[in-house]
């Protein structure tokens, strides 16, 4: 037990930290703007040559069956559309590092990232069936949630034997574990991370809210399709660790967006078929790492 | 690998079964279902005709008569895991079926709709009474993940969590642990 540690100690302290390539953190910042637009969108992105030609080519995946190969990024955000590009520009920077195992949450190698993209296409399509007007910018709000376990899993290596016993002994959910353990949970240290990068404030409390939706001081929308994207993830078992099911879910969440639970079963079933159509994006191809 | 003298090698086939996934087979096998959340891993033999299936189930009933992707579904999928079953050999009534998952998020209230851990282990329990199927042991409930495996040469069924390994039951010799 260490709860003398900041935020700040937790993410200098931590080795080989991810990163996200400044590119991509400036095409979710500018979609996000008022004055985000095709080109300042392009533009950005093709600061990054690497990310560039893994976007273009999961621009040309099955997945969008377009009838002919996209040569350039203005074409991709012309035919894609930016929020679509700035999605895949953001899978395309997070799939090197949210695919290594993480120990400390006995996550097996890809089983970060299966429960990542799930939460990702999950937060999208509740956000359709809410009927909200910018569904697919919870994409990437469900892409990035649990970014705060690869800072805290090697501080919790071999420790979730015991923090599962402390919690079945104080009847505690796993993050309230982990606030006992280090003085702050994964939401936490995700939120700080996502901070320090500059993203959009949506983006930070969907991060930092993402168990406890009722506690964000704004209406969220993203706070809560990320919330119950992340309990239908782990309902149907995308990649599960040590920690399991031991979250709350607050129901309220469905209420705010005008859902209740009678829609569970056609949500999770739905989801589902979004998840496998999803995954012809990388039928063809292996994203390399970075 | 070598086989010591009058030992018998058995070249088992490997089956992992994730969500929605449903195999039958006629040889031995070791089936797997692995990572299991409130979805439900049903492994099932007749040992003595050598056919063993196995299905993930994730929602309790199939949301329309002919629904698509009937392997989702406890009332579709087990229908059609005893039937395959049937017709490469087994009888139904000598099939043995060990089932485990059904988690729920912690603090589910039971009776909800959300505990669908809860509704799918009620869901495939009926179904494979109403094929006359023998539950002979399960692993259901709770807010952890687990993997159960059966290792058809030997009948051993075990699940898997993250503290462990246990053996569950033997669907060869109709044992329980």
């Given at each position: 037990?260490?709860?003398?540690?900041?935020?700040e100690?937790?993410?200098?302290?931590?080795p080989?930290?991810p990163?996200?390539?400044?590119?991509?953190?400036?095409?979710v910042?500018?979609?996000?703007?008022?004055?985000?637009n095709?080109?300042?969108?392009?533009?950005?992105?093709?600061?990054?040559?690497?990310?560039?030609?893994?976007?273009?080519?999961?621009?040309?995946?099955?997945?969008?069956?377009?009838?002919?190969?996209?040569?350039?990024?203005?074409?991709?955000?012309?035919?894609?559309?930016?929020?679509?590009?700035?999605?895949?520009?953001?899978?395309?920077?997070?799939?090197?590092?949210?695919?290594?195992?993480?120990?400390?949450?006995?996550?097996?190698?890809?089983?970060?990232?299966?429960?990542?993209?799930?939460?990702?296409?999950?937060?999208?399509?509740?956000?359709?069936?809410?009927?909200?007007?910018e569904?697919?910018?919870?994409?990437?709000?469900?892409?990035?949630?649990?970014?705060?376990?690869?800072?805290?899993?090697?501080?919790?290596?071999?420790?979730?034997?015991?923090?599962?016993?402390?919690?079945?002994?104080?009847?505690?959910?796993?993050?309230?574990?982990?606030?006992?353990?280090?003085?702050?949970?994964?939401?936490?240290?995700?939120a700080?991370?996502?901070?320090?990068?500059?993203?959009?404030?949506?983006?930070?409390?969907?991060?930092?809210?993402?168990?406890?939706?009722?506690?964000?001081?704004?209406?969220?929308?993203?706070?809560?399709?990320?919330?119950?994207?992340?309990?239908?993830?782990?309902?149907?078992?995308?990649?599960?660790?040590?920690?399991?099911?031991?979250?709350?879910?607050?129901?309220?969440?469905?209420?705010?967006?005008?859902?209740?639970?009678?829609?569970?079963?056609?949500?999770?079933?739905?989801?589902?078929?979004?998840?496998?159509?999803?995954?012809?994006?990388?039928?063809?191809?292996?994203?390399?790492?970075? | 690998?070598?086989?010591?003298?009058?030992?018998?090698?058995?070249?088992?086939?490997?089956?992992?079964?994730?969500?929605?996934?449903?195999?039958?087979?006629?040889?031995?096998?070791?089936?797997?279902?692995?990572?299991?959340?409130?979805c439900?891993?049903?492994?099932?033999?007749?040992?003595?005709?050598?056919?063993?299936?196995?299905?993930?189930?994730?929602?309790?009933?199939?949301?329309?008569?002919?629904?698509?992707?009937?392997?989702?579904?406890?009332?579709?999928?087990?229908a059609?895991?005893?039937?395959?079953?049937?017709?490469?050999?087994?009888?139904?009534?000598?099939?043995?079926?060990?089932?485990?998952?059904g988690?729920?998020?912690?603090?589910?209230?039971?009776?909800?709709?959300l505990?669908?851990?809860?509704?799918?282990?009620?869901?495939?329990?009926?179904?494979?009474?109403?094929?006359?199927?023998?539950?002979?042991?399960?692993?259901?409930?709770?807010?952890?993940?687990?993997?159960?495996?059966?290792?058809?040469?030997?009948?051993?069924?075990?699940?898997?969590?993250?503290?462990?390994?246990?053996?569950?039951?033997?669907?060869?010799?109709?044992?329980?642990?």
């Amino acid at each position: 037990v260490n709860p003398t540690l900041t935020l700040e100690d937790i993410v200098n302290k931590t080795p080989d930290l991810p990163t996200i390539p400044a590119a991509a953190l400036a095409v979710v910042r500018e979609t996000e703007s008022a004055t985000g637009n095709a080109n300042t969108v392009a533009s950005h992105l093709a600061q990054d040559q690497a990310l560039t030609a893994r976007v273009l080519r999961l621009s040309n995946s099955a997945y969008y069956g377009l009838q002919r190969q996209v040569m350039d990024l203005q074409e991709a955000v012309v035919v894609l559309g930016m929020r679509s590009v700035r999605n895949l520009a953001m899978v395309a920077a997070t799939y090197p590092w949210l695919t290594k195992p993480l120990k400390g949450y006995c996550l097996g190698p890809k089983e970060m990232w299966t429960h990542a993209f799930g939460t990702a296409v999950g937060a999208q399509l509740i956000a359709s069936k809410a009927k909200l007007a910018e569904s697919d910018r919870m994409f990437t709000a469900g892409l990035l949630h649990n970014i705060g376990k690869v800072a805290l899993s090697i501080w919790l290596e071999n420790k979730i034997p015991a923090m599962l016993a402390l919690a079945t002994r104080d009847n505690l959910t796993f993050n309230q574990v982990e606030r006992k353990l280090l003085g702050y949970d994964h939401a936490e240290v995700g939120a700080y991370m996502a901070e320090q990068w500059n993203l959009p404030k949506p983006l930070i409390q969907a991060i930092r809210y993402h168990h406890e939706p009722n506690e964000c001081p704004d209406t969220n929308t993203t706070v809560d399709c990320v919330h119950i994207a992340d309990f239908l993830t782990m309902s149907m078992g995308f990649g599960l660790g040590g920690d399991g099911l031991r979250y709350d879910f607050q129901e309220e969440a469905l209420a705010r967006l005008g859902l209740d639970a009678t829609v569970f079963d056609e949500l999770a079933n739905g989801f589902v078929d979004s998840v496998c159509q999803y995954e012809e994006l990388f039928q063809d191809m292996q994203l390399e790492a970075a | 690998m070598v086989a010591a003298r009058g030992e018998r090698l058995t070249v088992c086939t490997q089956v992992v079964l994730n969500m929605g996934a449903l195999q039958v087979v006629h040889q031995p096998t070791s089936m797997t279902c692995p990572g299991l959340g409130s979805c439900i891993g049903i492994l099932a033999s007749d040992p003595e005709a050598e056919v063993h299936g196995g299905v993930v189930v994730m929602l309790p009933s199939a949301p329309t008569p002919g629904a698509a992707n009937p392997e989702r579904f406890a009332d579709t999928a087990i229908a059609k895991m005893i039937e395959q079953m049937v017709e490469l050999g087994a009888s139904a009534e000598n099939i043995r079926a060990a089932i485990a998952g059904g988690a729920c998020m912690f603090g589910t209230l039971s009776a909800s709709p959300l505990d669908l851990g809860a509704r799918n282990a009620v869901a495939v329990k009926q179904q494979l009474r109403k094929h006359g199927v023998t539950v002979l042991a399960e692993d259901i409930g709770g807010d952890h993940t687990r993997s159960i495996r059966y290792d058809s040469p030997t009948g051993q069924v075990t699940i898997t969590n993250v503290i462990g390994e246990k053996p569950l039951c033997n669907l060869r010799d109709g044992g329980v642990a």
